[in-house]
Each structure stands twice: as C-alpha cells, then as structure tokens.
C-alpha cells in the first residue's frame, strides 16, 4: 500500500532502514521533512530524506568525496586531458541508473552527489533496496574512473 503523507513516508523509511541494520541517524535539517542516514551492508554511508520544496517523493543519497590529492592531479591536468576525464566520467556514470551531480563546479569538482528518486506511489522496501544497490554500483564505478585517473586517495 502505497504511502500518503510525509509522517508515513518517514516512518516506513526508518523502520525499512532499522530492519536492516543500515540506520545510524536521524539527520533532520531546516530543509527536509525528514532525513535518515544509514550505512549500507557494504559500508557505503548515505542518506533517505524527503526535502520541503519536494511533495511525494523522497530521495536516496551519497556523495562521494574526490580528495585534495586528487583534486591537485586533476588541477594538474591540461584543459583538454581535465575536459576528456570529465566527460568520460559523465558518460559512464550516464547508464548506472541514479542521478548525479558534480560540484560545486563542474570543470572541477571536489565530490559527486549521487540521487535516486522514489515517489510514494512506489516507496517500497524493494525500490528502497534498489536505489541503495544503484547508488552502491555508481560510486564503486566513479571511484575505480577517478583512482583510474587521478591516483589512489590519500586515505587508501
């Protein structure tokens, strides 16, 4: 049955996310209606929350930090070999299914913002699961093109 209100989308998010031992937070902000972080049975940190300004939808987060030692061998890069690794970088991540955002600027970003909508009418623990499988894929998938590219991390 699908969910009706932000209440019900709230709670059906935290206790899918209980059940499977991926709750961590309640992280609610100024700019959401609710906002729960959990860690995957893969270790990946995200997020489940439903911003104000969005009205029956809730969203499945992760960003994925491109770090200063990778960040200097991109700055390092001549203009046409940084404009190659990005759009290389887009066009693979085009068909990993969530959406995404590099930021805060596009030439050079400093991390990637992964989301997967789901709209009440469809908010079950299965799409839920999919969404975490789908963003797990795109961030294993940037972080082998970027490590690829611009080196191993400092933390690796």
């Known amino acids: 049955m699908p969910v009706k209100t932000p209440e019900e989308a709230a ?3 935290r206790k899918w996310m209980e059940d499977r031992n991926f709750f961590k937070n309640d992280l609610r902000k100024d700019g959401a209606l ?3 972080e959990g860690i995957s049975g893969a270790g990946l940190a995200f997020a489940v929350q439903q911003p104000k300004d969005y009205l029956r939808v809730v969203g499945v987060t992760t960003r ?8 200097k061998a991109l700055a ?12 290389g970088l887009r066009s ?9 955002v590099l930021g805060p600027k596009e030439g050079s ?3 990637v913002l992964f989301i997967k909508e789901i ?7 299965g799409r839920l699961m999919d969404a975490v499988d789908q963003i797990n894929r795109a961030v294993i998938f940037a ?14």
């Open 11 to 13: 709670s059906f998010v």
């Open 34 to 36: 609710f906002s729960y």
């Open 64 to 71: 994925l930090i491109i770090d200063s030692k990778q960040q």
């Open 76 to 87: 390092d890069l001549d203009a046409k070999e940084r404009d190659v690794f990005i759009k």
């Open 92 to 100: 693979g991540l085009l068909f990993k299914g969530p959406a995404y």
């Open 109 to 111: 970003p400093e991390w």
């Open 119 to 125: 709209s009440y009418d469809e908010l079950t623990e």
């Open 143 to 156: 972080s082998i093109i970027i490590t690829d590219n611009l080196g191993e991390s400092e933390g690796e």
